[in-house]
Nanobody
Framework: QVQVVESGGGLVQAGGSLRLSCAAS????????IGWYRQAPGKQRELVAT???????NVAESVKGRFTISRNNAKNTVYLQMNSLKPEDTATYYC????????????WGQGTQVTVSS
């Protein structure tokens, strides 16, 4: 089993920055990648960024150039640095761990709220 816990959300003004953290614990050897997703009220869940075990990253076009994903393997923690935040970035942000065996994002955190005021 793997547990992931998000932290770092909050209220920020447009143009500001936040850094989200996703700490993984448990059987972390069974994880291939960590992804950040977000979901705003009334909208579908959206993939924001992923980082795999080799450090390869993918970032959604909607946040490219503003958001950066990184990892600290020693701490089993993945970060999402969010700069130049916009009101449309307001959402609950979830961290998810991809299982090596199935390729599914099987393990999910409880989410952290990010609110960007205009």
């Amino acid at each position: 089993q793997v547990q992931v816990v998000e932290s770092g959300g909050g209220l920020v003004q447009a143009g500001g920055s936040l850094r989200l953290s996703c700490a993984a614990s448990g059987s972390t050897f069974s994880i291939n990648a960590i992804g950040w997703y977000r979901q705003a009220p009334g909208k579908q869940r959206e993939l924001v960024a992923t980082i795999n075990s080799s450090g390869g990253t993918n970032v959604a076009e909607s946040v490219k150039g503003r958001f950066t994903i990184s990892r600290n393997n020693a701490k089993n923690t993945v970060y999402l640095q969010m700069n130049s935040l916009k009101p449309e970035d307001t959402a609950t942000y979830y961290c998810a761990a991809q299982e090596v065996v199935t390729g599914l994002y099987k393990y999910w955190g409880q989410g952290t709220q990010v609110t960007v005021s205009s």
